[in-house]
């Protein structure tokens, strides 16, 4: 199976100067952890996660300056398990999906454990998740 058989490819993603207060606003409407950064020319810059916006909030900030830049990435035509690796190698909960450089999806974590077929990767992400430094 390949990542993207499983991703979601409804993508809300902002740009780099949207504000902080947008953002939250954005993120609260449409109940997502996560929000991409990217260029008009869909090219992934960076994500904001809920975790940013708490950590990294100073006032009149714009998405540039509180985005983590250069986010670990999947492609979409990668096998399922490489996907799971990085889950948990990098203890992250979503992935951003990419296609020929540009953003065409995400992969959270939920969407590998939906596959029954992947618990133990799913154990060991929920372990690595936990015990993340």
Do not use: W
């Not at 902002?14 to 954005?26: G, S």
């Not at 809920?50 to 250069?70: K, Q, V, Y």
């Not at 990085?86 to 909960?93: G, L, T």
């Not at 999806?105 to 998740?129: M, R, T």
């Amino acid at each position: 199976m390949l990542v993207k058989d499983l991703m979601s490819t409804s993508v809300i993603s902002v740009n780099p100067d949207n504000t902080y207060d947008e953002i939250v606003f954005l993120m609260q409407c449409e109940d997502i952890g996560i929000v991409p950064v990217c260029d008009v020319q869909n090219h992934l810059l960076g994500v904001i996660t809920d975790r940013d916006l708490l950590l990294r909030r100073n006032s009149g900030d714009i998405a540039c300056d509180f985005m983590t830049p250069s986010p670990v990435t999947v492609n979409a035509d990668d096998d399922i398990h490489q996907a799971a690796l990085k889950f948990s190698q990098y203890a992250v909960r979503r992935l951003p999906v990419l296609d020929n450089g540009h953003l065409t999806g995400i992969l959270s974590f939920k969407d590998l454990a939906k596959k029954k077929v992947f618990a133990a990767e799913i154990g060991h992400i929920i372990y690595n998740i936990c015990n993340h430094q």
